[in-house]
């Protein structure tokens, strides 16, 4: 794939976006339904719907959220299911709609997604039937009205639909017993809503698409509010620095990461939709075997992942042996691509696996190496289309090229601010619009970035973000615990993984008694996979604990 404008950055950059080019991201997809109407969208478990039966659907499942449950422009409608074909359907009628879209981990525990459901203010939810007695649990403590619930094989054909909800209820025990008397199924809202009461809504620029939630820089859970001229913003860029190299209409993707992280949902299930490709859902990528079978059957031509997920794949053998002839795209986000695993991917699948770097907070694509790299280099990237990135000393003064310092975005990606968060929002944006990302870069003299460090305590798992403050909050409620101090270790893994240094005031408590009690109020990806025990933690002399201290104490011990 060829892009002049790369031989040389900065002299030749990526051209400007028209940001008017679409109204909305609505009218995106709706363009994507009427050209590319008989190719197909998204594949899931053998069953493949075409864009223009996602269009009757999407439609369909609108039509029900604004005549039958009454739902208003800007209402907040929550999506909690791993990758099934329920998704794309639910999260295309809740746009057309003119609702808001509140994407929910569902993994999640109580405490987590009542603090979601609340701090968003969701009046509906589509939920799979595997989290759903969690929802029960918290549900009165929330303002949720109405409850979608449906089985991961609700929209496969018949009867491997039936077959599969009865193996993953009955024979693998994956559906604890739940109770909410309120709810309707999935399946029942599209055959009650009426596709001819649809009523198309005035959703424009300004309007916000999603409420997508993220740690930010520091603290708990924020809404990052995303609007539809953010995210239309990111399908342009993305797009022109794919460039010629995309041919619509004949593309297949490979999606395993969750679509309800923005990685995953805005490159494979948005911009590939606006150029009519295969989305090939992966609902569970842990089970390698399954996951690596399902790549057998397609020529597939993109992928996108984590480094963790490609390192994993590069252990398997049945993958190695993979037809790659296809391939011409390999994604690396959400956490920084390893050396070792970038190239043992070129020399399995003969692809450089390209690095690119985002945030929640900018849709989330702001950097992206050039698709024409013949080696990879450890690097970000340049700036997108549109994109501005400068590096800052601590009292936001740029820096020069060479020299270390906080990474700032600016672009019509970026966020238009933390939910009801006003001084969250203000502690990461400059007055002249630049996003403080809290990442700590360097510039090339080509204009390549380079992320360093990390400038706050955030610890990256797997692509996730991981804040010391929530793990310590949580673990802390432990009747035998007094004290909890949290940080990132390396990890091969995962990158990063978790470590808590605790002081116990019950002697016998064990780590596995810490363990797992932490599984009961953290999501998988935040439980500590190493407890530490001490008789006291470093402390400023008002008394806040010193995490800096216990981290240099971890890499002296490296030394």
């Known amino acids: 794939m060829s892009h002049p404008w790369f031989s040389s950055y900065p002299d030749q950059v990526p051209h400007e976006i028209d940001i008017n080019e679409y109204k909305s991201v609505v009218d995106v997809f709706e363009q994507s339904f009427s050209k590319f109407k008989n190719n197909p969208s998204f594949t899931c478990m053998g069953k493949t719907y075409t864009y223009g039966e996602l269009d009757n659907l999407s439609k369909k499942f609108a039509s029900y959220l604004q005549n039958d449950l009454k739902l208003s422009k800007g209402s907040r409608v929550a999506l909690m299911m791993p990758n099934i074909l329920q998704y794309p359907i639910a999260l295309f009628g809740i746009l057309r709609a003119g609702l808001i879209a509140v994407n929910v981990n569902p993994l999640y525990t109580e405490r987590e997604l009542e603090h979601q459901l609340n701090d968003a203010g969701v009046d509906a939810i589509v939920i799979f039937a595997n989290s759903a007695h969690i929802l029960q649990k918290v549900l009165p403590k929330t303002k949720v009205k109405h409850v979608m619930v449906t089985q991961i094989g609700d929209l496969l054909s018949f009867p491997k639909s039936l077959l599969v909800n009865f193996v993953i209820k009955n024979v693998k025990k994956m559906v604890p017993a739940w109770d909410i008397p309120s709810h309707i199924n999935f399946n029942d809202t599209l055959a009650i809503g009426d596709e001819s009461k649809f009523k198309k809504q005035d959703v424009g620029h300004d309007d916000i698409a999603f409420l997508q939630y993220t740690g930010g820089t520091t603290g708990v859970a924020k809404g990052a509010v995303l609007t539809h001229k953010n995210i239309i913003a990111n399908m342009l860029q993305?797009?022109?620095?794919?460039?010629?190299?995309?041919?619509?209409?004949?593309?297949?993707?490979?999606?395993?990461?969750?679509?309800?992280?923005?990685?995953?949902?805005?490159?494979?299930?948005?911009?590939?939709?606006?150029?009519?490709?295969?989305?090939?859902?992966?609902?569970?990528?842990?089970?390698?075997?399954?996951?690596?079978?399902?790549?057998?059957?397609?020529?597939?031509?993109?992928?996108?992942?984590?480094?963790?997920?490609?390192?994993?794949?590069?252990?398997?053998?049945?993958?190695?042996?993979?037809?790659?002839?296809?391939?011409?795209?390999?994604?690396?986000?959400?956490?920084?691509?390893?050396?070792?695993?970038?190239?043992?991917?070129?020399?399995?699948?003969?692809?450089?696996?390209?690095?690119?770097?985002?945030?929640?907070?900018?849709?989330?694509?702001?950097?992206?190496?050039?698709?024409?790299?013949?080696?990879?280099?450890?690097?970000?990237?340049?700036?997108?289309?549109?994109?501005?990135?400068?590096?800052?000393?601590?009292?936001?003064?740029?820096?020069?090229?060479?020299?270390?310092?906080?990474?700032?975005?600016?672009?019509?990606?970026?966020?238009?601010?933390?939910?009801?968060?006003?001084?969250?929002?203000?502690?990461?944006?400059?007055?002249?619009?630049?996003?403080?990302?809290?990442?700590?870069?360097?510039?090339?003299?080509?204009?390549?970035?380079?992320?360093?460090?990390?400038?706050?305590?955030?610890?990256?798992?797997?692509?996730?973000?991981?804040?010391?403050?929530?793990?310590?909050?949580?673990?802390?409620?432990?009747?035998?615990?007094?004290?909890?101090?949290?940080?990132?270790?390396?990890?091969?893994?995962?990158?990063?993984?978790?470590?808590?240094?605790?002081?116990?005031?019950?002697?016998?408590?064990?780590?596995?008694?810490?363990?797992?009690?932490?599984?009961?109020?953290?999501?998988?990806?935040?439980?500590?996979?190493?407890?530490?025990?001490?008789?006291?933690?470093?402390?400023?002399?008002?008394?806040?604990?010193?995490?800096?201290?216990?981290?240099?104490?971890?890499?002296?011990?490296?030394?």
Not at 532 to 558: A, H, M, Y
């Open 238 to 559: 993305a797009r022109s620095w794919i460039g010629s190299g995309i041919e619509p209409g004949k593309e297949i993707i490979i999606t395993p990461l969750p679509l309800y992280h923005i990685f995953s949902l805005t490159a494979n299930c948005l911009v590939f939709c606006s150029v009519g490709a295969q989305n090939i859902l992966i609902t569970n990528p842990r089970d390698f075997n399954g996951f690596v079978k399902e790549l057998s059957k397609w020529k597939f031509t993109a992928i996108t992942g984590v480094n963790t997920l490609y390192n994993a794949l590069l252990n398997n053998d049945a993958f190695r042996n993979l037809d790659f002839s296809a391939l011409k795209l390999s994604l690396g986000g959400g956490t920084a691509v390893q050396r070792s695993v970038a190239e043992r991917w070129k020399e399995v699948t003969g692809i450089v696996l390209i690095e690119a770097y985002g945030l929640t907070e900018t849709s989330p694509a702001a950097c992206m190496n050039p698709l024409n790299m013949s080696e990879f280099n450890g690097m970000i990237g340049l700036p997108i289309s549109s994109t501005i990135v400068k590096v800052l000393d601590d009292d936001g003064n740029e820096l020069a090229q060479g020299e270390t310092g906080e990474i700032a975005i600016k672009g019509p990606q970026v966020m238009q601010g933390y939910y009801n968060r006003p001084e969250d929002t203000a502690a990461v944006m400059t007055s002249d619009g630049f996003f403080k990302t809290g990442d700590i870069g360097i510039m090339d003299e080509k204009g390549y970035f380079k992320i360093v460090d990390r400038k706050k305590d955030m610890v990256l798992v797997s692509g996730f973000n991981v804040y010391p403050n929530e793990v310590e909050d949580a673990i802390v409620g432990h009747e035998g615990i007094l004290e909890v101090a949290a940080i990132g270790v390396p990890s091969e893994k995962s990158g990063e993984a978790v470590k808590i240094f605790v002081v116990r005031t019950d002697k016998n408590l064990t780590e596995s008694d810490i363990v797992e009690y932490a599984k009961t109020v953290l999501t998988g990806y935040k439980v500590p996979k190493i407890v530490e025990f001490r008789e006291e933690l470093p402390k400023t002399p008002v008394g806040k604990i010193l995490r800096k201290d216990l981290r240099n104490e971890e890499l002296s011990k490296k030394a």
